[in-house]
C-alpha cells in the first residue's frame, strides 16, 4: 500500500445499508430513514419531514398493511426502531386518531391516493380501525352489567320523583 494511504474503509457487520427503510407520505413523496435509532427520535424525524403537528399521533403500515405499533412502545427513548422495522422494507406513514371519551382508534393514510399506489390498503386500514374497536367492544361487554342497570334504574326512578315534585299542580 502507498504511503499516507489509508486503507478503504469496511462495512461495520450489521450496520449495512439494510438498517434503511424508505416511509411514503404525501402527494407520493418518500424519505429515507435510518433505522439505528431511538423509536422517538424516528417518529420525531417523520413529523418533522412530513409536517405533522407535533401532538398528532403517528405509526406505519407495512406495504401488506401490517401494523407497525411504533405508537405503542412502551420506552421510545431508548428502543431501536430496527428492532421493530426491517430494513430496505418500504412503509406508508399514518395518523392514528384516538376518538375523546371513547376507546375507538381509526388509522389514516398521511400518503395521497393510497389505493392508486396500494389498492389493498385502504380495506385494511379500515378493517384494522374496525377490529380495535370491535376488541373493545368485547372487552366492555365481557363486563358484568348488572351494577350499571341498577344504577339507571335507581336515577330514573329519582328523576321521575323530582319530575312529579317540581309539576305545578
Not at 147 to 159: E, G, H, I, M, V
Request: proline residues 7%; contains cysteine; charged residues 25%.
Amino acid at each position: 500500500m502507498p504511503a499516507g494511504r489509508d486503507p478503504a474503509p469496511q462495512p461495520c457487520p450489521g450496520h449495512s445499508s439494510t438498517m434503511f427503510a424508505t416511509v411514503r407520505f404525501g402527494a407520493n413523496c418518500q424519505i429515507m430513514v435510518n433505522l439505528l435509532c431511538c423509536v422517538q427520535t424516528l417518529m420525531g424525524h417523520l413529523k418533522w419531514k412530513c409536517q405533522c403537528r407535533p401532538e398528532d399521533c403517528i405509526d406505519l403500515v407495512d406495504e401488506k398493511g401490517t401494523l407497525m405499533n411504533l405508537s405503542k412502545v412502551e420506552d421510545p427513548a431508548s428502543e431501536y426502531a430496527s428492532k421493530y422495522l426491517q430494513g430496505r422494507q418500504r412503509y406508508i406513514l399514518i395518523r392514528v386518531v384516538r376518538e375523546e371519551n371513547s376507546e375507538a382508534t381509526s388509522y389514516e393514510s398521511l400518503l395521497e391516493d393510497l389505493g392508486k399506489h396500494y389498492p389493498d390498503l385502504p380495506d385494511q386500514l379500515e378493517q384494522l380501525s374496525g377490529k380495535i374497536q370491535q376488541t373493545n367492544q368485547r372487552k366492555k361487554s365481557s363486563l358484568p352489567t348488572a351494577q350499571p342497570q341498577a344504577k339507571s334504574r335507581a336515577t330514573l326512578q329519582s328523576k321521575r320523583g323530582l319530575e312529579s315534585k317540581n309539576t305545578p299542580k
